[in-house]
């Protein structure tokens, strides 16, 4: 089992940078990934991000790749999805995730709202 919380949302104004974190009940760096989700509209999937192995290896989606970075504490046991050149585009709700099984995360946090004006 592990616990999810994250925090940072709030309202940016385009261009602008936000850093949310997520900090996990249990040391991340036995979870085998952990990853950021962003849910943008009802009916539409949610997109990963970025991700990062319990070894620390960090990758992120195409879509962002160059404006969002993923790192960790692991002494606070936190994940944070830094976003910079932030777009109306990236309005949405962000999960973090954790625990990778087969095709899918186990682990949910309840999410953190992002909103870009323009």
């Known amino acids: 089992q592990v616990q999810l919380v994250e925090s940072g949302g709030g309202l940016v104004q385009a261009g602008g940078s936000l850093r949310l974190s997520c900090a996990a009940s249990k040391n991340i760096s036995s979870i085998n990934v952990m990853g950021w989700y962003r849910h943008q509209a009802p009916g539409e999937r949610r997109e990963l991000l970025a991700?990062?192995?319990?070894?620390?290896?960090?990758n992120s989606a195409d879509s962002v790749k160059g404006r969002f970075t993923i790192s960790r504490d692991t002494i606070k046991n936190t994940v944070f999805l830094q976003m910079d050149n932030l777009e109306p585009e990236d309005t949405g709700v962000y999960y973090c995730?954790?625990?990778?099984?087969?095709?899918?995360?186990?682990?949910w946090g309840q999410g953190t709202q992002v909103t870009v004006s323009s």
């Open positions: 991700a990062i192995t319990g070894g620390g290896k960090a």
């Open positions: 995730a954790a625990d990778w099984r087969v095709d899918e995360f186990v682990y």
